[in-house]
């Protein structure tokens, strides 16, 4: 099974959410989380805090990530494991490849609504997962 990560940053003021905007297809040109691939044999977490460093420079000493949500898409035979994070101070980004943006109101995702989905599971759960 394919294992990928997507991780929500939220600022150290937990009012603006860390967005990229694709360079490539699918979605090109969309709002996305950042995140990527787990490689075979890597540990889920590990490949979660080496993807948000390698895209934005957010290494492990700026936030905690926790494990919020999985999506399993059995036709696919994949995995998307969805992390949480809130940045322990400001930070300056790194972009690998794709534009990278604060944004405070979500209006275009990539994916099918998932994103929203995802942020209404961090309101739920907001002591336990933006430490």
Request: net charge negative; with cysteine; proline share 1%.
């Amino acid at each position: 099974m394919r294992k990928l990560n997507v991780i929500i940053v939220f600022d150290n003021e937990e009012d603006k959410i860390l967005m990229c905007k694709r360079t490539k297809e699918p979605y090109k040109g969309k709002l996305n989380l950042v995140g990527g691939k787990v490689e075979k044999g890597e540990d889920e977490l590990h490949a979660a805090y080496r993807e948000l460093e390698e895209e934005t420079g957010i290494s492990k000493n700026d936030i905690i990530l926790t494990s919020l949500m999985n999506f399993e898409y059995k036709l696919q035979d994949m995995e998307l494991e969805v992390y949480v994070g809130k940045l322990n101070k400001e930070v300056k980004l790194v972009e690998e490849i794709n534009k990278l943006f604060w944004i405070d109101n979500v209006e275009k995702y990539a994916g099918e609504g998932n994103i929203g989905h995802m942020l209404k599971h961090v309101e739920i759960y907001k002591d336990e997962v933006l430490k």
